[in-house]
C-alpha cells in the first residue's frame, strides 16, 4: 500500500486524497501537520520539502501534486482524470495550471515570501503578484462559462474539476482556519478575490459524497 505524507488543510494535498478516493487505491495518510518528525521524514524522502509527497507501494517517490495524479492516473486507470485527447487534455491541463498559479500566488505571498513583508518593494510586489493571480482566475471563469456542462471532464469529475473545487473549498474555508493558524490569516490579509462564476461551478463539485469526504471533509 502507498502512503501519502500530507497536510490535512492543503488545496494541494486535497487534490491527491480526492484522486486516489476517486479510484478507491488503498493508502495510508501520513498528517505530517500533526507530528514534526513524519514531517522531517518526508521531507528527507522529497528534496522539495514540500507536501504532499507520494510514496508507491513499490518505493517509488512523487513530489508534486500534479505528478502525483498524473502518475496514478496511469496506475490505476479507473475514473481516467486525465483525458487522452488532445484538445480535452489540453484544456484540463490548462484549467489545472490557471489554478496552480493563482494557488501559488496565494501560498507564496501569505506563506514562504512572508517574512519579506517589511521589504520597501513589499507592496508593489504583492500588486504585481495578485494582479497576476487574479487576471488568470478571471481567464478560468471565462473558460468554465464557454463549457457546455456541468464538470470540465467530459464525461464527470476529472483532474481540472478536482484542481477547481479543492482551490474554492481550500479558500473558502480560510476564515475559519485564520482563527488557528497564523499561515491562513496572512494569506486571508491579502484580500484576494475568488471570481463568483468559479464558486458555483466549485459548489457542485465539492458536494459530490467522495470529493467532500476526501477534500476537506
Ligand atoms: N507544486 C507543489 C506545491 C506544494 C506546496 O507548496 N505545499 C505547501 C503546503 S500548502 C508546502 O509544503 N509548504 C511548505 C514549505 O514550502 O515549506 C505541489 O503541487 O505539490
Redesign the pocket.
Known amino acids: 500500500m502507498g502512503q501519502l505524507f500530507h497536510?490535512p488543510s492543503?488545496?494541494?494535498s486535497a487534490r491527491v486524497r480526492i484522486a486516489l478516493a476517486l479510484k478507491s487505491v488503498p493508502v495510508e495518510l501520513v498528517d505530517c501537520r500533526a507530528d514534526s518528525s513524519r514531517l522531517a521524514h518526508a521531507q528527507q524522502i522529497a528534496a522539495t520539502?514540500?507536501?504532499?509527497v507520494y510514496v508507491a507501494g513499490d518505493g517509488q517517490v512523487l513530489v508534486?501534486?500534479?505528478s502525483i495524479v498524473r502518475w496514478l492516473d496511469l496506475s490505476f486507470p479507473t475514473p481516467r482524470l486525465f483525458p487522452a485527447g488532445p484538445s480535452e487534455l489540453s484544456t484540463t491541463l490548462r484549467v489545472c495550471d490557471y489554478v496552480?498559479v493563482a494557488l501559488?500566488i496565494l501560498?507564496d505571498l501569505g506563506?514562504?515570501a512572508w517574512a519579506l513583508r517589511g521589504a520597501p518593494e513589499w507592496s508593489a510586489y504583492v500588486e504585481e503578484r495578485l494582479g497576476r493571480a487574479e487576471r488568470t482566475l478571471d481567464a478560468l471563469a471565462r473558460e468554465l462559462q464557454g463549457l457546455d456542462r456541468p464538470t470540465v471532464g467530459p464525461d464527470g469529475i476529472n483532474a481540472a474539476d478536482i484542481w477547481l473545487a479543492t482551490l474554492v473549498r481550500w479558500f473558502e474555508g480560510l476564515p475559519a482556519r485564520a482563527e488557528v493558524s497564523a499561515p491562513a490569516r496572512q494569506i486571508l490579509s491579502l484580500n484576494a478575490r475568488m471570481p463568483a462564476e468559479l464558486v458555483a461551478f466549485a459548489a457542485p463539485i465539492n458536494a459530490h459524497p467522495i470529493v467532500k469526504r476526501a477534500g476537506f471533509g
Open positions: 497536510f492543503s488545496a494541494f520539502a514540500t507536501m504532499p508534486d501534486s500534479l496552480d501559488n501560498v506563506t514562504r
